[in-house]
């Protein structure tokens, strides 16, 4: 479909999860999107603005989710993409590449992985020795005997966001839309942290405007079972559980829409597997590997019926204005009929969508290791983003 980017003016940016490996997938696309024209903004609403004069192709809505969270709060507080790329010490150059020091600290293991002792405390098979645990099955033992809700504790990330990257820690103090994607653990409602004006609740997801960045960020990566439910207080001390924002929905291009975006550009790392002749069938690499082309697998069913609703909706208004001007119908009852159908539908005609992601036929990618910091690991799959990125690019003259 062609898109005229030219009339764009709030271009949205929009990035999925997937570990380690989708945020350097991530961080790959925005150095293409950099390169082809775009540009990032970020920092303090106090701070002074670089940029004289927008561009139409300026990101200043930032959706992510799980991983993307982490890309998107970097972006949205002011760093730029070379920051990110400098920051892990991978070598990779852009004819756009600034060689100012970074002033972003390296994300490391210790701020990923913080064990979870508390709950490995209560998974001591003290329970084991009591008889009534074998009578209930198998599934009652575990549940009994193994109280463990994750390995490790998002913690370490919050105080990463905390300490290391936010100047202030409020999504309203930031020039930038920045929302956070994440899931209710005690409920099955999708929800979004952001600068709404007020916090609201409906049937498909909950918006929530009065909580800090940083544990916005630790809720949405908390992905069971390597990592517990994280807990967030609300004003009056109440508790709420949260996990991760890929749980619910995997891509929320919605949330861009809702916010009067025009151009949705949204990433996502997650491709399953294509048999190669050089690779040989999944069955011989074990449990892990057939595992995640299982999850690949659901994900991608998810993405591709996002994609299709999306497009779906778009044909079914076009043939019903095709119809109304064919038989020459009065333009008010055309314009009426096409706004019912977008409110009820939860559609804009308007708002046109880019989505880029691995190529299928790459193999490679689908190996790598979702939780590596290797910098070499980490600059293979920055360059997969990249050229992933200026593979799909190139269909809209960019």
């Known amino acids: 479909m062609r898109i005229d980017l030219k009339n764009k003016r709030n271009p949205a940016l929009v990035l999925s999860g997937g570990g380690i490996k989708a945020a350097a997938f991530h961080i790959g696309v925005c150095l293409a999107l950099s390169e082809k024209g775009f540009h990032f903004q970020g920092g303090l609403n106090s701070d002074p603005d670089d940029l004289h004069f927008l561009p139409n192709l300026t990101f200043r809505t930032f959706v992510g989710s799980s991983a993307g969270s982490i890309i998107s709060a970097i972006l949205a507080a002011g760093y730029s993409v070379e920051d990110l790329i400098k920051a892990h010490q991978m070598g990779i150059r852009s004819k756009n590449f600034n060689e100012k020091k970074t002033a972003l600290k390296p994300l490391t293991y210790w701020d990923i992985f913080s064990l979870n002792s508390p709950g490995f405390l209560k998974a001591v098979p003290v329970g084991l020795r009591k008889k009534w645990l074998i009578t209930g099955g198998i599934e009652a033992f575990l549940k009994a005997g193994f109280k463990l809700n994750g390995m490790f504790r998002a913690n370490g990330i919050e105080k990463y966001f905390r ?236």
């Open 163 to 398: 300490t290391n990257v936010l100047k202030k820690n409020s999504f309203k103090d930031y020039r930038s839309q920045l929302f956070i994607v994440a899931s209710e653990l005690n409920n099955s409602r999708k929800v979004i942290f952001g600068p709404v004006k007020e916090s609201s609740i409906n049937s498909r997801f909950r918006y929530i405007n009065d909580c800090n960045i940083s544990d916005a960020i630790a809720a949405s990566i908390s992905l069971p079972p390597v990592f517990a439910p994280y807990c967030i207080k609300d004003k009056k001390g109440n508790e709420e559980y949260f996990f991760d924002g890929e749980i619910r929905d995997t891509l929320s291009t919605h949330v861009a829409a809702d916010v009067g975006c025009d151009l949705v550009v949204a990433s996502y790392s997650t491709q399953p597997y294509h048999y190669n002749e050089k690779m040989g069938s999944l069955h011989k690499y074990g449990i892990p590997v057939v595992l995640n082309q299982a999850l690949y697998l659901v994900i991608q069913q998810k993405i591709e019926a996002h994609i299709n609703h999306q497009e779906n909706l778009r044909s079914v208004i076009a043939a019903i204005e095709g119809y109304f001007k064919q038989a020459s119908l009065p333009e008010e009852h055309r314009h009426k009929m096409v706004e019912i159908i977008e409110r009820n539908l939860q559609f804009r005609k308007n708002v046109d969508y880019i989505y880029i992601h691995p190529d299928p036929k790459d193999y490679e990618f689908f190996f790598i290791d979702h939780f590596s910091l290797s910098s070499s690991i980490l600059e293979k799959t920055v360059r997969i983003g990249f050229k992933s990125a200026i593979r799909t690019l190139r269909h809209y003259n960019l």
